[in-house]
């Protein structure tokens, strides 16, 4: 029903643009013919109306334009969740039929098992992520929020990452918060989760030489949180700083095009970011000098509870 709804619209504007411009073009020739014998205020009004049908146009190719670059993305998108969603598949299928057809000794039988479950988080973390980004892009979420220790949040999500990735623990470290003072925030237990999962997601991802990252909160004007993450991966160029939070969006680079993901993943820690009164950003000094995205979020205090 999309797809359909966007080939509609992109034929209303492609037909909207073709009778603008045959408009365009039959105003202007036939007005210079009338306006041969005509007032000053005629050729005014003339030169008006074709410029409002030029303006016209422009505007029509604009929104043609942005019409045809969401359909690529989203193009895109089902390409990666595809991808994402068969692999693990075709991976747990292999090894249950390797374990069916052949007697494996125990060592073996564990490591397919590892295989297999690493398989299955992976799968479930694609089917959440594209299950999350409807309700959460959509509208606001009408739950119950408490008080939440970041650090402690913090901490394990990075445990889930360096399991999920199978990485030493000196991969990701989290330093201590200045004044050792610990840090809260009013808001949703799961959807927070599921920001810092991202963003943990995304810096080992794109940090294809080796994983180095270095997490850090602090306050910031006394009324804030900040939650930075650092990473020495592929980096950003400056003009991607706020694109890559737009749903769907990949980085269109070589050194980043074997990296897989389903453009979902930023987009929804802005949206959670924003349904917490926070916002995201993201900085790089440049190509392969690595990425910082800091979450900033309302400060709280620790016995602060909300029931919106």
Known sequence: MNITRRRGAIAFFITLGV??????????????VVTSERTVWFIV???????????????????????????????????????ELKTPIASIRLYLETLQRRPLDEPQRQEFYKVML????????????VLKAGPLGQRHRQQNRAALDLESLVTDCIAVTLQRYHLP????????????????????????????????????????EGVHVR???AIESYTRVTLTIRDTGVGLAPDQFKRIFKRFY?????????????????????????????????????????????????????TTQSAL
């Open 19 to 32: 009778l603008l411009v045959g408009l365009a073009v039959t105003l202007d020739v036939g007005w210079i």
């Open 215 to 217: 997490c850090s909160l």
């Open 118 to 129: 690493a398989d299955s988080d992976r799968l479930l973390a694609t089917v959440e992520q």
């Open 250 to 302: 990949r980085v269109p680079e070589r050194s980043t095009s074997k990296i897989k993901g389903t453009g979902l993943g930023l987009f929804l820690v802005r949206t959670i970011a924003r349904q917490h009164g926070g916002t995201v950003t993201a900085e790089s000094p440049g190509h392969n000098q690595g990425t910082t995205v800091t979450l900033t979020l309302p400060r709280a205090n620790p």
């Open 169 to 208: 623990p000196e991969s990701i470290v989290l330093d201590p918060t200045p004044g050792d003072v610990r840090l809260f925030t009013l808001g949703i237990a799961e959807d927070l989760r599921t920001a810092v999962l991202n963003l943990l997601d995304n810096a080992v991802k794109y940090s294809p």
């Open 45 to 83: 009004l003339g030169i008006l109306l074709f410029a409002a049908l030029i303006a016209g146009v422009v505007l029509n190719t604009v929104f043609l334009v942005r019409e045809i670059n969401r359909n690529e993305r989203q193009d895109t998108f089902l390409n990666a969740v595809t991808h």
